[in-house]
């Protein structure tokens, strides 16, 4: 059993207590408009192609065995639809301007790396995180890593949106001390339009969740214009209110970093440029928060 991660983060100080390694498992099944890690949506390996260091030099087309790159005029052009993601043009690049993203670990691999910093942990008060995309979708593999990290005595920290089913969470929630969870609204319609999927079973869920007496940490992205309004940020903290559980909630106010990250892969439609929420909101919201603890 082997487990696509795109990214492995160490010495994280943002994602949970401590100094942590975040393990950044690839596949979202909610696909947020201003998704950050665009490239943890898709559930399988991608090409990242940086156009700034590409020398056009035509080496990536004459290694490619199904014609999916090809130089026109001097120019790089890739037939998305050709590509088999088999890797050969990366190491072909002598610019670095192409990249496979999303590798598949087994949990011993995985585990390797996590342990490495086992000192950092236990000094720090930290641990691992796992997040995403969606860990929750490879909940098999998972699962065999909270374990091997509860066994180590590791803190373990789960970062999901919950859009899965009850029984996939319950399953693991034995062997997570913390949950990261990512509230991007209250009102179902405007989640449908902004997320590509409602929210009565991630609501639902949370609610389950916090009457299972792990601590929780509420992550609210927001975006001007989408979720900023009062009336959603009420609704929220009024949703929030009698959480025994509930440690912290964190407010994300929007940045353009996908934005960037969307241009990089020909695989993924350009994602379009928000705006980042008035600073006074964010005090306002706070306060309701507060109010609500």
């Known amino acids: 059993m082997k487990g696509l991660i795109f990214n492995i983060q160490r010495f994280?100080?943002?994602?949970?207590?401590?100094?942590?390694?975040?393990v950044f498992f690839k596949g979202c099944n909610v696909n947020c408009a201003w998704c950050h890690n665009p490239e943890s949506i898709d559930g399988d390996l991608m090409l990242r192609f940086d156009s700034k260091r590409c020398i056009n030099c035509g080496r990536c087309a004459e290694v490619c065995r199904y014609s999916a790159t090809e130089m026109i005029e001097g120019?790089?052009?890739?037939?998305?639809?050709?590509?088999?993601?088999?890797?050969?043009?990366?190491?072909?690049?002598?610019?670095?301007?192409?990249?496979?993203?999303?590798?598949?670990?087994?949990?011993?691999?995985?585990?390797?790396?996590?342990?490495?910093?086992?000192?950092?942990?236990?000094?720090?008060?930290?641990?691992?995180?796992?997040?995403?995309?969606?860990?929750?979708?490879?909940?098999?593999?998972?699962?065999d890593m909270l374990k091997r990290c509860k066994a180590a005595g590791l803190h373990t920290s789960l970062d999901t949106a919950l859009n899965v089913e009850w029984s996939s969470i319950e399953e693991v929630l034995p062997w997570v001390d913390l949950v990261l969870l990512d509230i991007k609204g209250m009102n179902s319609e405007r989640h449908l339009r902004n997320t590509g999927v409602s929210n009565e079973k991630i609501l639902e869920n949370a609610e389950k969740l916090s009457a299972t007496g792990v601590e929780i940490i509420v992550r609210m992205p927001i975006v001007k214009g989408l979720n900023d309004s009062i009336e959603e940020l009420r609704a929220a903290a009024a949703f929030l209110k009698d959480w025994q559980n509930l440690s912290?909630?964190?407010?994300?106010?929007?940045?353009?970093?996908?934005?960037?990250?969307?241009?990089e892969y020909e695989a993924l439609e350009a994602q379009k440029r928000f705006e980042a929420p008035d600073s006074d909101l964010i005090d306002k919201a706070r306060?309701?928060?507060?109010?609500s603890e």
């Open 248 to 263: 912290a909630v964190e407010l994300l106010p929007y940045h353009s970093l996908g934005v960037d990250k969307s241009s």
């Open 75 to 143: 120019r790089r052009l890739y037939h998305l639809e050709k590509c088999t993601l088999c890797g050969d043009c990366v190491p072909a690049c002598g610019e670095g301007a192409l990249e496979m993203v999303g590798k598949n670990y087994t949990a011993e691999e995985l585990y390797s790396i996590i342990i490495k910093d086992e000192d950092f942990y236990r000094e720090s008060g930290g641990g691992v995180t796992f997040s995403g995309g969606e860990p929750l979708l490879q909940q098999e593999f998972l699962l």
């Open 12 to 22: 994280s100080t943002k994602d949970g207590p401590g100094i942590r390694t975040t």
């Open 287 to 291: 306060e309701l928060f507060n109010r």
